[in-house]
Protein backbone atom coordinates (compact mmCIF):
# COMPACT_ATOMS: atom_id res chain seq x y z
CA UNK A 1 0.00 0.00 0.00
CA UNK A 2 1.02 3.27 -0.80
CA UNK A 3 2.45 4.92 2.64
CA UNK A 4 0.75 8.10 1.72
CA UNK A 5 -2.59 6.19 1.31
CA UNK A 6 -5.70 7.40 2.94
CA UNK A 7 -6.11 3.66 3.92
CA UNK A 8 -3.96 4.13 6.75
CA UNK A 9 -6.43 5.83 8.31
CA UNK A 10 -9.26 3.66 7.19
CA UNK A 11 -9.41 1.21 10.21
CA UNK A 12 -9.47 3.92 12.42
CA UNK A 13 -12.35 5.62 10.69
CA UNK A 14 -14.42 3.20 9.16
CA UNK A 15 -14.14 -0.09 11.29
CA UNK A 16 -17.24 0.66 13.27
CA UNK A 17 -19.26 2.69 10.57
CA UNK A 18 -22.46 1.12 9.85
CA UNK A 19 -22.52 1.31 5.54
CA UNK A 20 -19.92 -1.18 4.12
CA UNK A 21 -16.90 1.08 2.53
CA UNK A 22 -14.36 -1.13 0.42
CA UNK A 23 -10.72 0.83 -0.30
CA UNK A 24 -8.92 -0.54 -3.60
CA UNK A 25 -6.02 0.26 -5.89
CA UNK A 26 -6.47 1.98 -9.52
CA UNK A 27 -6.59 -2.04 -10.38
CA UNK A 28 -10.01 -2.09 -8.34
CA UNK A 29 -7.95 -4.44 -6.14
CA UNK A 30 -9.12 -4.43 -2.39
CA UNK A 31 -6.94 -3.29 0.02
CA UNK A 32 -9.13 -2.15 2.54
CA UNK A 33 -12.99 -3.48 3.85
CA UNK A 34 -14.24 -2.80 6.64
CA UNK A 35 -16.23 -5.17 9.08
CA UNK A 36 -20.26 -4.15 7.55
CA UNK A 37 -18.70 -4.72 3.99
CA UNK A 38 -17.35 -8.35 4.53
CA UNK A 39 -20.92 -8.84 6.45
CA UNK A 40 -22.60 -7.80 3.28
CA UNK A 41 -20.61 -9.78 0.77
CA UNK A 42 -20.53 -12.82 3.35
CA UNK A 43 -17.02 -13.69 2.87
CA UNK A 44 -15.71 -13.72 6.58
CA UNK A 45 -12.66 -13.70 7.15
CA UNK A 46 -11.86 -10.45 6.17
CA UNK A 47 -8.53 -11.96 4.37
CA UNK A 48 -10.75 -13.47 1.73
CA UNK A 49 -11.55 -9.70 0.55
CA UNK A 50 -8.34 -8.45 0.46
CA UNK A 51 -6.22 -8.79 -2.60
CA UNK A 52 -9.20 -9.73 -4.73
CA UNK A 53 -10.83 -7.42 -7.45
CA UNK A 54 -13.90 -5.53 -7.01
CA UNK A 55 -15.36 -6.97 -10.12
CA UNK A 56 -15.41 -10.17 -8.41
CA UNK A 57 -18.53 -9.35 -5.92
CA UNK A 58 -20.97 -8.05 -8.77
CA UNK A 59 -22.90 -10.00 -11.75
CA UNK A 60 -21.32 -10.14 -14.71
CA UNK A 61 -24.31 -7.96 -16.58
CA UNK A 62 -23.64 -5.11 -14.31
CA UNK A 63 -19.59 -5.09 -14.73
CA UNK A 64 -19.50 -2.38 -17.62
CA UNK A 65 -21.66 0.23 -15.42
CA UNK A 66 -18.95 -0.88 -12.29
CA UNK A 67 -16.19 -0.59 -15.06
CA UNK A 68 -16.77 2.91 -16.78
CA UNK A 69 -17.34 4.36 -13.37
CA UNK A 70 -13.84 3.63 -11.88
CA UNK A 71 -12.29 5.14 -15.72
CA UNK A 72 -14.55 7.72 -15.07
CA UNK A 73 -13.60 8.39 -10.93
CA UNK A 74 -9.79 7.91 -12.25
CA UNK A 75 -9.78 10.06 -15.64
CA UNK A 76 -11.89 12.47 -14.39
CA UNK A 77 -11.03 12.47 -10.83
CA UNK A 78 -14.68 13.01 -10.01
CA UNK A 79 -16.63 11.19 -7.41
CA UNK A 80 -19.34 9.06 -8.81
CA UNK A 81 -22.88 7.86 -7.47
CA UNK A 82 -24.57 4.87 -9.55
CA UNK A 83 -26.44 1.88 -8.58
CA UNK A 84 -25.89 -1.58 -8.71
CA UNK A 85 -27.39 -5.12 -7.46
CA UNK A 86 -25.60 -7.45 -5.08
CA UNK A 87 -25.89 -10.97 -6.24
CA UNK A 88 -27.74 -13.28 -3.24
CA UNK A 89 -27.21 -16.94 -3.48
CA UNK A 90 -30.88 -18.54 -4.07
CA UNK A 91 -32.55 -15.02 -3.27
CA UNK A 92 -33.50 -11.61 -4.98
CA UNK A 93 -30.38 -9.58 -5.40
CA UNK A 94 -30.03 -6.57 -2.75
CA UNK A 95 -30.17 -2.63 -4.15
CA UNK A 96 -27.40 -0.74 -3.78
CA UNK A 97 -26.39 2.63 -4.08
CA UNK A 98 -22.27 3.44 -4.74
CA UNK A 99 -20.56 6.29 -3.99
CA UNK A 100 -17.16 6.00 -5.56
CA UNK A 101 -14.59 8.43 -4.77
CA UNK A 102 -10.88 8.91 -6.01
CA UNK A 103 -8.16 9.53 -3.45
CA UNK A 104 -5.89 12.53 -3.63
CA UNK A 105 -5.52 14.46 -7.26
CA UNK A 106 -4.28 12.80 -9.22
CA UNK A 107 -6.13 9.54 -8.15
CA UNK A 108 -4.15 7.08 -6.33
CA UNK A 109 -6.79 4.87 -4.92
CA UNK A 110 -10.19 4.53 -5.33
CA UNK A 111 -13.03 4.38 -1.98
CA UNK A 112 -16.39 2.38 -2.35
CA UNK A 113 -18.82 3.55 -0.03
CA UNK A 114 -22.08 0.87 -0.24
CA UNK A 115 -25.72 1.83 0.86
CA UNK A 116 -28.58 -1.01 0.81
CA UNK A 117 -31.80 0.28 -0.40
CA UNK A 118 -35.41 -1.04 -0.41
CA UNK A 119 -36.52 -0.13 -3.51
CA UNK A 120 -33.96 0.72 -6.43
CA UNK A 121 -34.63 3.20 -9.16
CA UNK A 122 -35.23 1.69 -12.54
CA UNK A 123 -31.91 4.17 -14.00
CA UNK A 124 -28.54 4.62 -12.55
CA UNK A 125 -28.20 7.64 -11.14
CA UNK A 126 -25.32 10.56 -12.67
CA UNK A 127 -24.49 13.71 -11.27
CA UNK A 128 -25.72 15.16 -14.62
CA UNK A 129 -29.33 13.94 -13.51
CA UNK A 130 -29.66 16.00 -10.23
CA UNK A 131 -29.78 13.74 -7.13
CA UNK A 132 -30.66 14.90 -4.23
CA UNK A 133 -29.32 17.27 -1.90
CA UNK A 134 -28.54 14.93 0.29
CA UNK A 135 -26.84 12.30 -1.78
CA UNK A 136 -24.85 16.01 -3.18
CA UNK A 137 -23.89 16.59 0.63
CA UNK A 138 -23.06 13.02 1.50
CA UNK A 139 -20.79 12.75 -1.74
CA UNK A 140 -19.38 16.21 -1.15
CA UNK A 141 -18.85 15.58 2.38
CA UNK A 142 -16.90 11.89 1.99
CA UNK A 143 -14.68 12.85 -0.89
CA UNK A 144 -12.80 15.75 1.22
CA UNK A 145 -12.41 13.50 3.76
CA UNK A 146 -10.42 10.97 1.45
CA UNK A 147 -8.89 14.37 0.07
CA UNK A 148 -7.82 15.01 3.62
CA UNK A 149 -6.71 11.53 4.70
CA UNK A 150 -3.96 12.05 2.29
CA UNK A 151 -2.35 15.45 4.16
CA UNK A 152 -3.16 14.24 7.12
CA UNK A 153 -1.03 11.16 7.06
CA UNK A 154 1.86 12.98 5.82
CA UNK A 155 1.34 15.23 8.80
CA UNK A 156 1.11 12.41 11.59
CA UNK A 157 4.61 10.68 10.57
CA UNK A 158 6.24 14.16 10.72
CA UNK A 159 5.67 13.77 14.93
CA UNK A 160 6.35 10.02 14.36
CA UNK A 161 9.74 10.47 12.64
CA UNK A 162 10.68 13.08 15.45
CA UNK A 163 9.61 10.62 18.25
CA UNK A 164 11.62 7.33 16.31
CA UNK A 165 14.43 10.03 16.27
CA UNK A 166 14.68 10.74 19.88
CA UNK A 167 14.22 6.93 21.01
CA UNK A 168 17.32 6.08 18.98
CA UNK A 169 19.31 8.79 20.76
CA UNK A 170 18.42 7.09 24.13
CA UNK A 171 20.48 4.16 23.23
CA UNK A 172 23.51 6.54 22.91
CA UNK A 173 26.26 5.38 25.38
CA UNK A 174 26.94 7.79 28.50
CA UNK A 175 23.72 9.32 27.65
CA UNK A 176 23.03 11.26 30.92
CA UNK A 177 19.80 11.15 32.70
CA UNK A 178 18.91 14.90 32.38
CA UNK A 179 19.35 14.12 28.45
CA UNK A 180 16.89 11.13 28.71
CA UNK A 181 14.39 12.93 30.22
CA UNK A 182 14.36 15.52 27.74
CA UNK A 183 14.19 13.01 24.96
CA UNK A 184 11.21 11.24 26.93
CA UNK A 185 9.62 14.49 27.45
CA UNK A 186 9.93 15.54 23.33
CA UNK A 187 8.57 12.10 22.13
CA UNK A 188 5.96 12.15 24.63
CA UNK A 189 4.98 15.87 23.61
CA UNK A 190 5.37 14.66 19.69
CA UNK A 191 2.84 11.71 20.07
CA UNK A 192 0.78 13.75 21.75
CA UNK A 193 0.57 15.84 18.64
CA UNK A 194 0.13 13.10 16.38
CA UNK A 195 -2.53 12.30 18.56
CA UNK A 196 -4.44 15.44 18.23
CA UNK A 197 -4.32 15.18 14.63
CA UNK A 198 -6.03 12.41 14.42
CA UNK A 199 -8.65 13.08 16.80
CA UNK A 200 -9.54 16.20 14.74
CA UNK A 201 -9.62 14.65 11.62
CA UNK A 202 -11.79 12.11 13.00
CA UNK A 203 -14.59 14.40 14.56
CA UNK A 204 -14.83 15.85 10.49
CA UNK A 205 -14.72 12.74 9.26
CA UNK A 206 -17.96 11.31 11.00
CA UNK A 207 -20.45 11.42 9.23
CA UNK A 208 -23.01 14.52 8.64
CA UNK A 209 -25.37 14.99 11.47
CA UNK A 210 -27.95 17.93 10.96
CA UNK A 211 -28.05 19.07 14.59
CA UNK A 212 -28.13 22.87 14.92
CA UNK A 213 -26.83 24.09 18.56
CA UNK A 214 -24.80 27.46 19.25
CA UNK A 215 -21.11 27.35 18.95
CA UNK A 216 -18.63 29.67 19.60
CA UNK A 217 -16.91 31.24 16.03
CA UNK A 218 -13.67 31.56 17.50
CA UNK A 219 -13.18 27.74 18.27
CA UNK A 220 -14.83 26.29 15.49
CA UNK A 221 -12.26 28.67 13.18
CA UNK A 222 -9.38 27.53 15.16
CA UNK A 223 -10.68 23.94 14.61
CA UNK A 224 -10.72 24.66 10.56
CA UNK A 225 -7.16 26.39 10.60
CA UNK A 226 -5.94 23.52 12.28
CA UNK A 227 -7.19 20.86 10.10
CA UNK A 228 -6.85 22.92 6.56
CA UNK A 229 -3.00 23.75 7.53
CA UNK A 230 -1.63 20.19 6.47
CA UNK A 231 -3.35 20.36 3.37
CA UNK A 232 -2.01 23.74 2.16
CA UNK A 233 1.55 23.15 3.45
CA UNK A 234 1.90 20.04 1.30
CA UNK A 235 1.08 22.18 -1.71
CA UNK A 236 3.35 25.02 -0.84
CA UNK A 237 0.62 27.50 0.42
CA UNK A 238 0.97 29.60 3.00
CA UNK A 239 -2.00 30.10 5.19
CA UNK A 240 -2.82 32.69 7.53
CA UNK A 241 -5.24 32.80 10.15
CA UNK A 242 -6.56 36.17 11.58
CA UNK A 243 -9.17 34.66 14.53
CA UNK A 244 -10.83 37.82 16.50
CA UNK A 245 -13.91 36.15 16.94
CA UNK A 246 -13.49 35.72 20.83
CA UNK A 247 -16.93 35.60 22.56
CA UNK A 248 -19.43 35.66 18.82
CA UNK A 249 -21.80 32.56 19.25
CA UNK A 250 -23.37 31.49 16.08
CA UNK A 251 -26.71 29.22 15.96
CA UNK A 252 -26.52 26.47 13.16
CA UNK A 253 -24.38 23.14 12.79
CA UNK A 254 -21.20 23.09 13.33
CA UNK A 255 -20.61 19.83 10.81
CA UNK A 256 -22.43 21.94 7.96
CA UNK A 257 -20.29 25.35 8.93
CA UNK A 258 -17.04 23.24 9.18
CA UNK A 259 -17.96 21.75 5.76
CA UNK A 260 -18.69 24.83 4.09
CA UNK A 261 -15.45 26.72 5.43
CA UNK A 262 -13.42 23.81 4.41
CA UNK A 263 -14.86 23.70 1.06
CA UNK A 264 -13.95 26.79 0.16
CA UNK A 265 -10.85 26.99 1.72
CA UNK A 266 -9.73 23.97 -0.35
CA UNK A 267 -11.07 25.60 -3.34
CA UNK A 268 -8.86 28.80 -2.90
CA UNK A 269 -5.48 26.27 -2.22
CA UNK A 270 -6.60 24.28 -5.47
CA UNK A 271 -6.63 27.89 -6.94
CA UNK A 272 -2.71 28.30 -6.51
CA UNK A 273 -1.19 25.39 -7.73
CA UNK A 274 2.06 27.14 -7.81
CA UNK A 275 2.28 28.48 -4.81
CA UNK A 276 0.83 31.05 -2.82
CA UNK A 277 -0.67 32.67 0.44
CA UNK A 278 -4.08 31.46 2.08
CA UNK A 279 -5.83 33.73 4.67
CA UNK A 280 -8.81 33.18 7.17
CA UNK A 281 -9.84 36.12 8.73
CA UNK A 282 -12.69 37.16 10.81
CA UNK A 283 -11.94 40.45 12.83
CA UNK A 284 -15.08 40.43 14.54
CA UNK A 285 -19.06 41.49 14.06
CA UNK A 286 -21.27 44.40 13.54
CA UNK A 287 -24.41 44.90 13.70
CA UNK A 288 -25.60 41.50 14.88
CA UNK A 289 -23.55 39.86 11.77
CA UNK A 290 -20.37 38.04 11.80
CA UNK A 291 -18.16 38.62 8.97
CA UNK A 292 -15.63 35.86 8.07
CA UNK A 293 -12.89 36.41 5.05
CA UNK A 294 -11.08 33.37 2.62
CA UNK A 295 -8.84 35.45 0.09
CA UNK A 296 -6.13 33.40 -1.86
CA UNK A 297 -3.39 34.65 -4.38
CA UNK A 298 -4.72 32.12 -6.98
CA UNK A 299 -5.91 32.63 -10.75
CA UNK A 300 -8.70 34.56 -10.24
CA UNK A 301 -11.86 35.06 -12.15
CA UNK A 302 -13.63 37.66 -14.60
CA UNK A 303 -16.80 39.15 -14.49
CA UNK A 304 -18.38 35.91 -15.96
CA UNK A 305 -17.16 33.40 -14.37
CA UNK A 306 -18.38 35.36 -10.74
CA UNK A 307 -22.16 35.31 -12.07
CA UNK A 308 -21.60 31.53 -12.30
CA UNK A 309 -19.77 30.96 -9.02
CA UNK A 310 -21.83 28.69 -6.62
CA UNK A 311 -23.83 27.10 -9.42
CA UNK A 312 -24.23 23.80 -10.17
CA UNK A 313 -21.38 22.23 -12.33
CA UNK A 314 -19.68 25.71 -12.56
CA UNK A 315 -15.56 25.08 -11.47
CA UNK A 316 -12.76 27.04 -12.79
CA UNK A 317 -10.57 23.34 -12.05
CA UNK A 318 -9.77 20.84 -14.93
CA UNK A 319 -10.60 18.02 -13.07
CA UNK A 320 -13.64 20.00 -10.76
CA UNK A 321 -17.10 19.21 -10.37
CA UNK A 322 -18.24 22.32 -8.84
CA UNK A 323 -20.20 20.77 -6.54
CA UNK A 324 -17.95 21.96 -3.31
CA UNK A 325 -18.79 25.09 -3.65
CA UNK A 326 -22.15 24.76 -4.63
CA UNK A 327 -22.89 22.69 -1.05
CA UNK A 328 -20.94 25.47 0.37
CA UNK A 329 -23.34 27.86 -0.69
CA UNK A 330 -26.20 26.14 0.76
CA UNK A 331 -24.97 25.39 3.64
CA UNK A 332 -24.54 28.56 4.77
CA UNK A 333 -27.75 29.35 3.15
CA UNK A 334 -29.22 26.87 5.77
CA UNK A 335 -27.55 28.83 8.74
CA UNK A 336 -29.78 32.09 7.28
CA UNK A 337 -26.22 33.31 6.09
CA UNK A 338 -24.98 35.16 2.77
CA UNK A 339 -21.82 34.62 0.12
CA UNK A 340 -20.53 37.09 -1.74
CA UNK A 341 -17.24 36.79 -3.90
CA UNK A 342 -15.00 39.42 -5.25
CA UNK A 343 -11.88 38.37 -7.82
CA UNK A 344 -9.12 39.48 -10.10
CA UNK A 345 -7.57 37.89 -12.80
CA UNK A 346 -4.23 36.90 -11.88
CA UNK A 347 -4.68 38.47 -8.41
CA UNK A 348 -6.78 36.10 -6.84
CA UNK A 349 -9.98 36.16 -5.31
CA UNK A 350 -12.36 36.42 -1.48
CA UNK A 351 -15.07 34.88 -0.45
CA UNK A 352 -17.03 37.26 2.01
CA UNK A 353 -19.44 35.45 4.99
CA UNK A 354 -22.10 36.75 6.64
CA UNK A 355 -23.66 34.71 9.31
CA UNK A 356 -25.94 36.24 11.83
CA UNK A 357 -25.04 36.09 15.83
CA UNK A 358 -26.63 35.27 19.18
CA UNK A 359 -26.84 38.67 21.24
CA UNK A 360 -27.75 39.15 24.49
Known amino acids: MNP ?3 SLLYPILFDRHPEAILATDLEACIDYANPAAVQA ?7 SLLGTRIHTLFAEEDL ?7 QQAISLGEAQLFDLKLPANGQAPTPL ?33 EPSSYDIN ?14 ISHEVRNPLSVTRGFLQLMTTPGLTTDKQKDYIKISLEELD ?3 GIITDYLSFAKPVIDETVPFFLY ?13 ATIRDIRFQLLNEAQGIQIFGSTKKFRQALINLIKNGIEAMPSG ?9 SANGIAHIEIADTGTGMDAEMLKRVGKPFFTTKEKGTGLGMMVAYSLIQGMNGEIEVSSKVGEGTCFSIYLPIIEG
Open 97 to 129: RIMLVPQAEPAQALTFYLTTYTKLSSLPIYFAE
Open 219 to 231: DELEYIAKMMIPY
Open 276 to 284: GELRLACTG
Open 4 to 6: RSP
Open 41 to 47: FARPPLQ
Open 138 to 151: RVEHLSTVSQLAAS
Open 64 to 70: PVLHKHI
Open 193 to 195: RAA
